[in-house]
């Protein structure tokens, strides 16, 4: 197990201005066309995931109030604390801030072709 600390990681700017991101890990290290990709996002405003044709997301709000998802007629969903919910990150997937709180999330994103995620919630403490 690796330990890292987020006050230390880069902070990448959403172009929307609704986020940030902070990359935890990559596979192929380095790559813009990653395998796999582990990150923390902060949600500051309502708006729009970026679209990541052929992966798929794996989101698992970790603060913050409930976010509404919402993608036309593909689903509607209440994103909870430490509940992963995974959809395909080509959709267009609108998110609404419960009573206008930052939230702050954890993602997980694989190329379909390669290789699939699956997110757990441990129960007990790691040291």
Known sequence: MEYFD????SVNLWRNAAGET???????????????????TSI???GEFSLFPGME?????????????????????TLKPLQPFSFAADLVVKAKL?????SM??????RLDVCKAKVRIAERTFT
């Open 22 to 40: 902070r990359e935890i890990c990559t596979f192929p290290p380095a790559k813009r066309d990653f395998y796999w990709r582990a990150s923390i």
């Open 57 to 77: 997301r794996i989101v698992t709000l970790l603060e913050g109030g409930e976010m509404f998802l919402e993608s036309a007629d593909r689903f509607n969903h």
């Open 98 to 102: 419960t009573a206008g709180q930052m």
């Open 6 to 9: 987020m006050r230390k990681m």
């Open 44 to 46: 500051a405003a309502n």
């Open 105 to 110: 999330d954890f993602n997980i994103m694989t």
